[in-house]
């Protein structure tokens, strides 16, 4: 059948066709089309996303993006078998864009429309390029607004056990970042950065709090991104210079380095207890920050120490995109999850969650 993903929940809007079967319950996947219209431009300018700003790049683009999903899958709307819609958690104006859409379309189509929680619709960006584990499995989600560990069981169900007191490993990267004059959102630019930091000894003087705590599977990222723009501007000050984008290039390189060190660090220490604390098939490792060539060097690494399978998408899959709605629209149809035409978009994880719990109870 083909399920056509639209995703809208922060600044990039997406939508992709996938074509999925069954096959003695495993759910295959081909990609068709994959189109994002990405607003990062937009955003540069402010040094991070402005959510009004967003809904409107969204209303602006939500059209073409589609025509063009359309268009490169060779297929037409008449095709199209369900429509899978990102209702949360996210941008709540940025968001309702792509829900008004996509349940406009599924009820001009008269075909099913299904409701996508963005955090799973990450984990299921795996799917699409991989078989999907035996049940249960182990999914860590780094974004821009999440670092959260989840126990996923049959039926594709989501159970977090572990997650970032505040701010997430994504948005560490872009505001360090910015400081350092990074262009925005600055975690690929802090990726290669940081390579070459890495190379030398000298960045190792550099000490920065790690961001996993103590006793549990929680983490928090906000006293390390003030510990470290804070040490950019004692740097700066020191140097004589106006600003962390002004720092001697090494030194900058340096910065990146610790900071990608103790992230990475903070984060695999608590994918080795998340990992040894549940009896799991494989790890999934999925969201932009995912993306990170430290990282997942690292979680490669830890899961063959630990003999356990290791799955994350391509690059190209990790951040936002309608790929995933899709391929996570297609578990959720799998298991008769469709929503009704009163669907609306929440904003915060804990009504999703419970919006999807109201739909399995009431098959
Ligand atoms: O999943 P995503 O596209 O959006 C959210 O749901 O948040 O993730 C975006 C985040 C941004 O913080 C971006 O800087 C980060 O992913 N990111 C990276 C890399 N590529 C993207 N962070 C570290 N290293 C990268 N290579
Ligand atoms: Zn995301």
Known sequence: ML??????????TAAAVIDTSNHDSATEYRLLSNV????????????????????RCHAEAISSVAEEALRRAGTTCSDIDA????????????LLVGLSFAKSLASALSV?????NHIEAHSAAALVEHREPAAPY?????????????????????????STRDDAAGEAFDKVGRVMGLPYPGGAAMDK??????LRESYKSIRFPSPALPDSLEFSFSGLKTAAINYIHTASARAGVKSGAELPLELREDIAAA????????????LREAAVSGNYNAIIMAGGVAANSHLRLAAENLCRE????????????CADNGAMTAAAGAKLFSQNIVASSDLNAFASDERVCDYLDSLRRGR
């Open 3 to 12: 399920i056509f993903g639209i995703e809208s929940s922060c600044d990039d």
């Open 36 to 55: 994002v219209s990405s607003q990062t431009d937009t955003h540069a300018l402010y040094g991070g996303v402005v959510p009004e700003i967003a809904s």
């Open 83 to 94: 429509v899978a819609v990102t209702f949360g958690p996210g941008l709540i104006g940025s």
């Open 112 to 116: 099913p429309l299904i409701p996508v």
């Open 138 to 162: 182990l999914s860590l989600i780094v974004s821009g607004g999440h670092t959260s560990f989840y126990r996923v069981d049959g039926e594709f169900r989501f159970t977090e056990i572990g």
């Open 193 to 198: 950065l940081a390579a070459r930091g890495m």
């Open 259 to 270: 900071l990608t060190r103790v992230i990475v660090d903070g984060i695999v220490s608590k």
């Open 306 to 317: 630990l003999g356990i399978e290791f799955i994350t998408p391509s690059i190209g899959l």
